[in-house]
Protein backbone atom coordinates (compact mmCIF):
# COMPACT_ATOMS: atom_id res chain seq x y z
CA UNK A 1 0.00 0.00 0.00
CA UNK A 2 1.48 3.14 -1.04
CA UNK A 3 1.83 5.99 1.29
CA UNK A 4 1.83 9.74 0.96
CA UNK A 5 5.63 10.41 1.21
CA UNK A 6 6.09 7.44 -0.87
CA UNK A 7 8.49 8.36 -3.97
CA UNK A 8 9.42 4.86 -5.26
CA UNK A 9 6.83 1.95 -6.31
CA UNK A 10 5.12 -0.10 -4.15
CA UNK A 11 6.16 -4.08 -2.35
CA UNK A 12 6.13 -5.86 -4.92
CA UNK A 13 3.55 -8.85 -4.22
CA UNK A 14 4.17 -11.07 -7.50
CA UNK A 15 6.72 -12.18 -9.12
CA UNK A 16 6.36 -10.38 -12.33
CA UNK A 17 6.57 -7.21 -10.27
CA UNK A 18 9.72 -8.35 -8.33
CA UNK A 19 11.08 -8.38 -12.07
CA UNK A 20 9.55 -5.40 -13.39
CA UNK A 21 11.35 -3.54 -10.06
CA UNK A 22 14.34 -5.51 -10.77
CA UNK A 23 14.20 -4.17 -14.21
CA UNK A 24 13.43 -0.63 -13.07
CA UNK A 25 16.71 -0.42 -10.93
CA UNK A 26 18.68 -1.83 -13.67
CA UNK A 27 17.73 0.51 -16.05
CA UNK A 28 18.19 3.49 -13.49
CA UNK A 29 21.80 2.13 -13.13
CA UNK A 30 22.22 2.37 -16.92
CA UNK A 31 20.73 5.77 -17.01
CA UNK A 32 22.97 6.99 -13.68
CA UNK A 33 26.50 5.61 -16.31
CA UNK A 34 25.42 7.77 -19.01
CA UNK A 35 24.97 10.83 -17.31
CA UNK A 36 28.34 10.32 -15.19
CA UNK A 37 29.90 9.86 -18.50
CA UNK A 38 28.27 12.54 -20.13
CA UNK A 39 29.37 14.94 -17.07
CA UNK A 40 32.94 13.78 -17.00
CA UNK A 41 33.00 14.68 -20.76
CA UNK A 42 31.75 17.96 -20.00
CA UNK A 43 34.09 18.61 -17.61
CA UNK A 44 37.22 17.60 -19.38
CA UNK A 45 36.00 19.55 -22.53
CA UNK A 46 35.55 22.88 -20.11
CA UNK A 47 38.55 22.42 -17.96
CA UNK A 48 41.19 20.91 -20.24
CA UNK A 49 43.22 22.96 -23.57
CA UNK A 50 40.89 21.28 -26.67
CA UNK A 51 43.12 18.89 -29.66
CA UNK A 52 41.71 17.19 -32.36
CA UNK A 53 44.82 15.35 -32.70
CA UNK A 54 44.32 12.92 -29.24
CA UNK A 55 42.00 10.40 -30.81
CA UNK A 56 41.92 8.99 -33.96
CA UNK A 57 38.78 9.90 -36.05
CA UNK A 58 38.18 6.32 -36.61
CA UNK A 59 38.98 5.02 -33.40
CA UNK A 60 35.91 7.61 -32.05
CA UNK A 61 33.49 6.40 -34.44
CA UNK A 62 34.07 2.98 -33.87
CA UNK A 63 33.78 3.36 -30.20
CA UNK A 64 30.42 5.72 -30.07
CA UNK A 65 28.52 3.53 -32.71
CA UNK A 66 29.53 0.11 -30.27
CA UNK A 67 28.98 1.55 -27.17
CA UNK A 68 25.01 2.98 -27.43
CA UNK A 69 24.47 -0.51 -29.35
CA UNK A 70 25.69 -2.08 -25.62
CA UNK A 71 23.80 -0.02 -23.69
CA UNK A 72 20.42 -1.06 -25.84
CA UNK A 73 21.33 -4.75 -25.42
CA UNK A 74 22.01 -4.70 -22.00
CA UNK A 75 18.00 -2.57 -21.89
CA UNK A 76 16.55 -4.66 -24.64
CA UNK A 77 16.89 -8.02 -23.64
CA UNK A 78 16.12 -7.80 -19.88
CA UNK A 79 12.69 -6.10 -21.23
CA UNK A 80 11.90 -8.52 -23.66
CA UNK A 81 12.56 -11.57 -21.12
CA UNK A 82 9.86 -9.70 -18.72
CA UNK A 83 7.49 -8.93 -21.99
CA UNK A 84 7.47 -12.44 -22.88
CA UNK A 85 6.82 -13.90 -18.99
CA UNK A 86 3.62 -11.25 -18.75
CA UNK A 87 2.29 -12.22 -21.98
CA UNK A 88 2.91 -16.06 -21.29
CA UNK A 89 -0.25 -17.42 -19.26
CA UNK A 90 0.00 -21.37 -19.23
CA UNK A 91 -3.17 -23.21 -17.75
CA UNK A 92 -4.18 -20.90 -15.10
CA UNK A 93 -5.90 -22.18 -12.13
CA UNK A 94 -8.43 -19.87 -11.96
CA UNK A 95 -10.39 -17.23 -14.81
CA UNK A 96 -11.52 -13.95 -13.57
CA UNK A 97 -13.51 -11.71 -15.94
CA UNK A 98 -14.01 -7.95 -15.16
CA UNK A 99 -15.94 -5.41 -16.62
CA UNK A 100 -15.56 -1.73 -16.52
CA UNK A 101 -18.97 0.31 -16.33
CA UNK A 102 -19.55 4.25 -15.30
CA UNK A 103 -18.29 3.83 -12.92
CA UNK A 104 -17.76 0.31 -10.99
CA UNK A 105 -16.52 -2.87 -11.73
CA UNK A 106 -18.32 -6.29 -12.40
CA UNK A 107 -16.59 -9.40 -11.72
CA UNK A 108 -17.12 -13.12 -13.43
CA UNK A 109 -15.55 -16.34 -11.86
CA UNK A 110 -16.14 -17.99 -15.30
CA UNK A 111 -15.05 -21.69 -13.18
CA UNK A 112 -18.33 -21.06 -11.31
CA UNK A 113 -22.05 -21.56 -12.38
CA UNK A 114 -23.74 -18.48 -10.80
CA UNK A 115 -20.52 -16.63 -8.99
CA UNK A 116 -20.88 -13.08 -10.19
CA UNK A 117 -21.49 -9.34 -8.18
CA UNK A 118 -21.01 -5.47 -8.73
CA UNK A 119 -18.15 -3.71 -6.76
CA UNK A 120 -18.63 -0.23 -5.85
CA UNK A 121 -17.01 2.08 -3.46
CA UNK A 122 -17.70 2.58 -0.48
CA UNK A 123 -18.72 6.23 0.29
CA UNK A 124 -16.76 8.44 2.90
CA UNK A 125 -19.86 8.60 5.08
CA UNK A 126 -20.46 4.70 5.48
CA UNK A 127 -16.45 3.75 5.61
CA UNK A 128 -15.54 1.40 8.30
CA UNK A 129 -13.61 2.44 10.59
CA UNK A 130 -9.54 1.92 9.92
CA UNK A 131 -10.71 1.26 6.23
CA UNK A 132 -9.06 3.25 3.21
CA UNK A 133 -10.82 6.52 1.77
CA UNK A 134 -11.63 6.34 -1.95
CA UNK A 135 -9.98 2.90 -2.31
CA UNK A 136 -12.22 0.37 -0.04
CA UNK A 137 -15.29 -1.39 -1.76
CA UNK A 138 -18.41 -3.00 -0.98
CA UNK A 139 -17.20 -6.67 -2.69
CA UNK A 140 -13.63 -7.42 -2.85
CA UNK A 141 -12.05 -9.86 -5.56
CA UNK A 142 -11.23 -12.78 -3.68
CA UNK A 143 -8.80 -15.46 -4.59
CA UNK A 144 -6.34 -17.93 -4.06
CA UNK A 145 -2.68 -17.71 -2.97
CA UNK A 146 -0.45 -19.47 -4.80
CA UNK A 147 -2.74 -20.42 -8.31
CA UNK A 148 -2.09 -18.34 -11.44
CA UNK A 149 -5.05 -16.24 -11.80
CA UNK A 150 -6.34 -15.61 -15.53
CA UNK A 151 -7.93 -11.95 -15.51
CA UNK A 152 -9.96 -11.26 -18.72
CA UNK A 153 -10.94 -7.33 -19.02
CA UNK A 154 -13.77 -5.42 -20.96
CA UNK A 155 -15.64 -2.91 -20.79
CA UNK A 156 -19.33 -2.26 -21.16
CA UNK A 157 -18.92 1.57 -22.15
CA UNK A 158 -16.51 3.66 -22.22
CA UNK A 159 -12.38 2.67 -21.96
CA UNK A 160 -11.50 1.79 -18.53
CA UNK A 161 -8.31 0.34 -17.42
CA UNK A 162 -7.80 -2.46 -14.40
CA UNK A 163 -4.79 -1.92 -12.63
CA UNK A 164 -3.28 -3.53 -9.28
CA UNK A 165 0.65 -1.71 -8.93
CA UNK A 166 1.48 -4.20 -6.42
CA UNK A 167 0.76 -7.04 -8.98
CA UNK A 168 2.35 -5.92 -11.34
CA UNK A 169 -1.15 -5.62 -13.35
CA UNK A 170 -2.61 -3.15 -15.52
CA UNK A 171 -4.81 -3.73 -18.50
CA UNK A 172 -7.14 -1.75 -20.77
CA UNK A 173 -10.82 -2.84 -20.66
CA UNK A 174 -12.10 -1.63 -24.33
CA UNK A 175 -15.44 -1.82 -25.30
CA UNK A 176 -15.81 -4.96 -27.53
CA UNK A 177 -13.39 -6.17 -26.98
CA UNK A 178 -11.35 -8.97 -24.56
CA UNK A 179 -7.43 -8.26 -22.69
CA UNK A 180 -6.41 -11.09 -20.52
CA UNK A 181 -3.70 -10.52 -18.28
CA UNK A 182 -2.45 -12.92 -15.66
CA UNK A 183 -1.01 -13.12 -11.55
CA UNK A 184 0.03 -15.00 -9.10
CA UNK A 185 -0.37 -13.68 -5.36
CA UNK A 186 2.40 -15.63 -3.09
CA UNK A 187 1.01 -14.51 0.52
CA UNK A 188 -2.53 -13.94 1.75
CA UNK A 189 -3.10 -10.13 1.81
CA UNK A 190 -5.09 -7.20 0.63
CA UNK A 191 -4.20 -5.39 -2.90
CA UNK A 192 -5.47 -1.96 -3.91
CA UNK A 193 -5.65 -0.58 -7.61
CA UNK A 194 -8.04 1.74 -9.26
CA UNK A 195 -9.07 2.30 -12.95
CA UNK A 196 -6.16 3.96 -14.62
CA UNK A 197 -7.99 5.15 -17.79
CA UNK A 198 -9.59 8.46 -17.81
CA UNK A 199 -13.39 7.52 -18.15
CA UNK A 200 -15.78 10.34 -17.29
CA UNK A 201 -16.85 12.54 -14.41
CA UNK A 202 -16.27 9.56 -11.36
CA UNK A 203 -12.97 8.03 -12.92
CA UNK A 204 -11.51 8.64 -9.42
CA UNK A 205 -14.09 6.55 -7.65
CA UNK A 206 -13.86 3.30 -9.41
CA UNK A 207 -11.38 1.36 -7.18
CA UNK A 208 -10.47 -2.34 -7.16
CA UNK A 209 -9.47 -4.36 -4.25
CA UNK A 210 -7.91 -8.44 -5.14
CA UNK A 211 -7.86 -9.64 -1.67
CA UNK A 212 -5.61 -13.48 -1.36
CA UNK A 213 -6.53 -16.21 0.47
CA UNK A 214 -5.61 -20.06 1.47
CA UNK A 215 -7.31 -22.15 -1.20
CA UNK A 216 -9.18 -23.63 1.68
CA UNK A 217 -10.64 -20.47 2.52
CA UNK A 218 -11.33 -19.71 -1.26
CA UNK A 219 -13.00 -22.93 -1.62
CA UNK A 220 -15.88 -22.20 1.57
CA UNK A 221 -16.09 -18.08 -0.05
CA UNK A 222 -16.47 -19.60 -3.11
CA UNK A 223 -19.28 -22.38 -2.28
CA UNK A 224 -21.09 -19.58 0.16
CA UNK A 225 -20.97 -17.01 -2.28
CA UNK A 226 -22.19 -18.78 -5.35
CA UNK A 227 -25.17 -20.90 -3.35
Not at 4 to 9: A, D, K, R, V
Not at 30 to 36: E, G, T
Not at 46 to 70: F, H, R
Request: hydrophobic share 45%; glycine share 4%; net charge negative.
Amino acid sequence: MANHTQLGFQDASSPIMEELLRFHDHALMVALAICSLVLYLLFVMLTQKLSSSTVDAQAIELIWTILPAAVLVTLALPSLRILYMMDEINQPDLTLKAIGHQWYWSYEYTDFKNLTFDSYMIPTTDLPLGHFRLLEVDHRVMVPTESTVRVIVTADDVLHSWAVPSLGVKTDAIPGRLNQTSFLAPRPGVYYGQCSEICGANHSFMPIVVEAIPLASFENWSSLTSS
